[in-house]
């Protein structure tokens, strides 16, 4: 169990001075200026058809298309230059960063704001006389957020065209809220400022919900909640984002060799690293290792028709709404995949589902795995979930094995 308000309680009242302190050293004259380390100068602009956000871009748009990271501030701040370095040094290595709010904007954020960064870039790569017509990367997006801006992206993980997560001094605030871990499908990373951080146990709490399989990664540099966005370019944390959004968002494998085994470039350095599912070559690794080739001494194994059983049960319910898990187990042969059929009660939809792939909302739906989760040893479980209105009482499930 959590212990997340007393947590929280001080994080919501340590979180005004240190977004003080960043908005007025990195925010303002320094962040206005054209710069970062990469090879592509980087500023920022605004939009009439995106209010109330800040665009970080190359000055001049290189050849290559721009792989997409959208970006929820500290404290929810409406000051887009919040974290304007940190931003700027990431558009220069050829991104487009998109920042909740506009510049020296006051006021709070939302998670739709991250939605709506995605829309208009979608729209404008696909737009005729934008600057950006067919210059942006739209099959790479990456949503991330610094403090409360990673609750907001934890809120739109689950969206289908994000390509992976980042997690900045950040972790969940309530058990409640846990479906959203159960939900991700994409890889995630998490950067924390250490055992200074308010974040921590949050951040570690977190790590340890995520569902297996999940390729993640975490990083946790000592400098406290404040991280190092101010400094010039970002800081510490400026340069080891820009490298995860390369090998994620471009493929990079000399980047992703920085988070990726044993001798990782940021194994055995001032940061302290932990690795689940990572390979530089396949995001998503299966849940179990492929099966062996028996030795030629030992009989093939027996063949039989692959079953597998689906249990429900309602995790939560609340007036109007409710999460749900069901359990996958395979029978007495392996799996290659399956698919649960469920049947929701009068009244209930399927709002957000994680870890299956659904067809439909309401009444009869059916449920297949993911790539990473369908591959299932004999007598071997998984599990998928989600949150759906009305009442979750009296769902039945059945399961197809392939």
Same mark, same amino acid.
């Given at each position: 169990? &959590?212990?997340? +308000? #007393?947590? !929280?309680?001080? *994080?919501?009242?340590?979180? /005004?001075? @240190?977004?003080?302190?960043?908005?007025?050293?990195?925010?303002?004259?320094?962040?206005?200026?054209?710069?970062?380390?990469?090879?592509?100068?980087?500023?920022?602009?605004?939009?009439?058809?995106?209010?109330?956000?800040?665009?970080?871009?190359?000055?001049?748009?290189?050849?290559?298309?721009?792989?997409?990271?959208?970006?929820?501030?500290?404290?929810?701040?409406?000051?887009?230059?919040?974290?304007?370095?940190?931003?700027?040094?990431?558009?220069?290595?050829?991104?487009?960063?998109?920042?909740?709010?506009?510049?020296?904007?006051?006021?709070?954020?939302?998670?739709?704001?991250?939605?709506?960064?995605?829309?208009?870039?979608?729209?404008?790569?696909? &737009?005729?006389? +934008? #600057?950006? !017509?067919?210059? *942006?990367?739209?099959?790479? /997006?990456? @949503?991330?957020?610094?403090?409360?801006?990673?609750?907001?992206?934890?809120?739109?993980?689950?969206?289908?065209?994000?390509?992976?997560?980042?997690?900045?001094?950040?972790?969940?605030?309530?058990?409640?809220?846990?479906?959203?871990?159960?939900?991700?499908?994409?890889?995630?990373?998490?950067?924390?400022?250490?055992?200074?951080?308010?974040?921590?146990?949050?951040?570690?709490?977190?790590?340890?919900?995520?569902?297996?399989?999940?390729?993640?990664?975490?990083?946790?540099?000592?400098?406290?909640?404040?991280?190092?966005?101010?400094?010039?370019?970002?800081?510490?944390?400026?340069?080891?984002?820009?490298?995860?959004?390369?090998?994620?968002?471009?493929?990079?494998?000399?980047?992703?060799?920085?988070?990726?085994?044993?001798?990782?470039?940021?194994?055995?350095?001032?940061?302290?690293?932990?690795?689940?599912?990572?390979?530089?070559?396949?995001?998503?690794?299966?849940?179990?290792?492929?099966?062996?080739?028996?030795?030629?001494?030992?009989?093939?194994?027996?063949?039989?028709?692959?079953?597998?059983?689906?249990?429900?049960?309602?995790?939560?319910?609340?007036?109007?709404?409710?999460?749900?898990?069901?359990?996958?187990?395979?029978?007495?042969?392996?799996?290659?995949?399956?698919?649960?059929?469920?049947?929701?009660?009068?009244?209930?939809?399927?709002?957000?589902?994680?870890?299956?792939?659904?067809?439909?909302?309401?009444?009869?739906?059916?449920?297949?795995?993911?790539?990473?989760?369908?591959?299932?040893?004999?007598?071997?479980?998984?599990?998928?979930?989600?949150?759906?209105?009305?009442?979750?009482?009296?769902?039945?499930?059945?399961?197809?094995?392939?």
């Amino acid at each position: 169990m &959590r212990r997340r +308000s #007393k947590i !929280y309680a001080g *994080l919501a009242a340590a979180i /005004v001075p @240190v977004t003080s302190v960043i908005m007025a050293l990195g925010g303002t004259p320094a962040s206005a200026a054209i710069g970062g380390s990469g090879p592509y100068p980087a500023d920022y602009e605004t939009s009439a058809t995106l209010a109330n956000h800040t665009i970080f871009r190359p000055q001049t748009l290189p050849s290559e298309r721009l792989p997409i990271v959208v970006w929820g501030n500290g404290a929810c701040s409406a000051n887009g230059l919040s974290q304007g370095n940190f931003l700027r040094e990431i558009a220069s290595h050829g991104f487009l960063a998109i920042a909740n709010g506009a510049p020296n904007g006051s006021g709070s954020t939302n998670a739709q704001m991250l939605t709506q960064s995605i829309d208009w870039a979608v729209a404008e790569n696909s &737009r005729q006389g +934008s #600057k950006y !017509y067919n210059k *942006l990367d739209t099959s790479k /997006v990456a @949503v991330a957020g610094f403090s409360c801006g990673g609750l907001e992206a934890y809120a739109v993980s689950n969206d289908p065209r994000v390509t992976t997560t980042g997690i900045f001094s950040s972790g969940l605030l309530n058990d409640a809220d846990d479906y959203q871990l159960r939900r991700l499908t994409k890889p995630i990373a998490y950067f924390i400022g250490g055992p200074s951080d308010i974040a921590y146990p949050n951040a570690i709490d977190d790590w340890g919900k995520l569902p297996a399989g999940l390729p993640a990664f975490m990083g946790n540099l000592n400098v406290g909640h404040g991280g190092t966005y101010d400094q010039p370019n970002g800081g510490e944390f400026g340069r080891v984002a820009t490298l995860y959004f390369k090998w994620r968002l471009k493929g990079d494998t000399t980047a992703g060799r920085n988070f990726v085994g044993a001798s990782c470039g940021l194994c055995g350095s001032q940061w302290s690293v932990q690795q689940k599912n990572l390979t530089l070559d396949d995001d998503t690794p299966p849940t179990t290792p492929p099966p062996t080739t028996p030795p030629p001494t030992t009989p093939p194994p027996t063949g039989g028709t692959p079953t597998c059983t689906a249990v429900y049960a309602v995790q939560d319910q609340w007036n109007g709404g409710f999460v749900a898990n069901v359990s996958v187990t395979a029978g007495t042969t392996a799996l290659t995949g399956w698919r649960v059929t469920l049947t929701l009660p009068s009244g209930a939809s399927v709002s957000s589902l994680w870890n299956g792939v659904s067809s439909g909302t309401s009444g009869t739906i059916t449920v297949a795995n993911q790539s990473y989760n369908g591959r299932l040893a004999a007598g071997q479980a998984t599990s998928f979930g989600f949150q759906g209105t009305g009442s979750g009482s009296g769902a039945t499930a059945s399961c197809a094995g392939s």
